[in-house]
């Protein structure tokens, strides 16, 4: 409970102004003592934030799991969810900068996101256009500088957003295939689990992520490209909306005819060896 203290207590003292309940001036007082008492929980949680995270780090974690230890040690779970999330969406641009992708040794990228990426990059320049406005027309200081602010914070966002498409792909390799949506998504299904894949384009798609009929859709603007059916059936985590056994998944790739060709390379040698032997010495 002491985790939501901080964001209870300036949720209330806001309403208490806005409202009308108390006058600026008290509220200013209120504030000042209420701050004080704060400062010491949140000095507690920036202690444990720093413990949990040495703890991680000695047991051999990355800075990143590590980080996120971290977070959920010292905030509510749905805080530390998104401040996780926002990490990572402004992390894509610094991996873009440095070249990197979450791609697995061994792996191969099914890149997605060309349909998207277009429109995105028309909104980045839409908010560019918006932060210019705010400065050369809002005359006062202290909403300007507001308003600037959090344009500035969209405009980064929506920038690292694309390169998170780019980032975080679809992926295939000879253990497992991923879906991916930027870095909110990531379900992985075993590679010796897919049967066939075939190019199927299918835009009637109302979520990103969605089951129906035993079928996982990890779609882009309501449209799914790749067909893949597997051999048995399979459990998939989506976290809130809880697990469900699916029997074919369906995803969009950016050139589903390269995504197909690369899961077939990937299911070829177990299918290769099953196939029963010749007598001979050969293949049936």
């Known amino acids: 409970m002491l985790r939501w203290v901080p964001f209870l207590v300036v949720a209330t003292e806001l309403v208490l102004v806005v409202g009308g309940v108390v006058s600026l001036a008290d509220a200013a007082v209120a504030v000042v003592l209420i701050e004080i008492a704060l400062l010491g929980v949140v000095v507690g949680e920036v202690v444990t934030m720093r413990a949990a995270y040495r703890k991680a780090r000695r047991s051999g974690a990355d800075r990143a799991p590590a980080m996120s230890a971290a977070l959920d040690a010292a905030l509510p779970p749905v805080v530390a969810m998104l401040i996780r999330q926002e990490l990572r969406v402004f992390g894509s641009l610094l991996s873009v900068v440095r070249r990197r992708t979450r791609v697995s040794p061994g792996d191969s990228a099914l890149p997605y996101g060309r349909r998207l990426r277009g429109l995105l990059i028309v909104l980045a320049g839409l908010s560019l256009a918006e ?88 779609s882009l603007m309501g ?48 299918v290769a060896s099953r196939e029963p032997s010749d007598p001979r010495g050969g293949r049936r």
């Open 131 to 218: 932060v210019a406005v705010v400065e050369a027309f809002v005359p006062w200081p202290v909403v300007r500088w507001v308003l600037l602010a959090l344009g500035i914070y969209g405009l980064l966002w929506v920038v690292s957003f694309v390169a998170s498409l780019s980032v975080y792909p679809h992926t295939i390799g000879p253990r497992v295939l991923r879906l991916r949506f930027g870095p909110f998504t990531d379900l992985a299904v075993p590679t010796e689990k897919i049967a066939t894949a075939v190019e199927n384009t299918t835009g009637t798609h109302r979520k990103t992520v969605e089951t129906d009929d035993e079928t996982l859709s990890v």
């Open 223 to 270: 449209t799914s490209t790749v067909l893949v059916d597997l051999a048995e059936p399979h459990e998939v985590d989506l976290g809130r909306r809880g697990r469900h056994t699916v029997r074919r998944l369906r995803f969009d790739a950016d050139d589903p005819a390269d995504a197909v060709r690369l899961l077939r390379e990937a299911v070829a040698p177990r």
